[in-house]
């Protein structure tokens, strides 16, 4: 979520979706590639995040030097709440070794 300056929100506190953008400026995004779909989705991972707050001063630090968990749950969205393609569906579940439920 990204929070908008004051002077263009309509609000004190209004936000906009970083994905919301992303979909607005596909084009720029991918100059030279005709877009007729896109779709929106989420890996969930299986891990332990604990982490001792006293030894830590920099969190960020402390996850990069984290190896990838195993991925958990695949969920994905399209415009409109539509399906997302077969064949895009069957490629995510590939690349993040899911089965399908």
Do not use: C
């Amino acid at each position: 979520m990204i929070k908008l300056p004051r002077e263009i929100a309509e609000a004190e506190n209004e936000f906009l979706l970083l994905s919301s953008v992303m979909h607005a400026h596909l084009a720029d995004l991918f100059p030279g590639r005709d877009i007729v779909a896109y779709s929106q989705f989420r890996v969930t991972r299986d891990a332990d995040l604990w982490i001792d707050e006293e030894e830590v001063k920099n969190l960020r630090q402390a996850l990069a030097g984290r190896a990838a968990a195993a991925a958990i749950r695949h969920s994905a969205a399209t415009r409109g709440g539509g399906v997302v393609p077969e064949h895009l569906a069957r490629f995510l579940l590939t690349q993040f070794e899911l089965n399908r439920r």
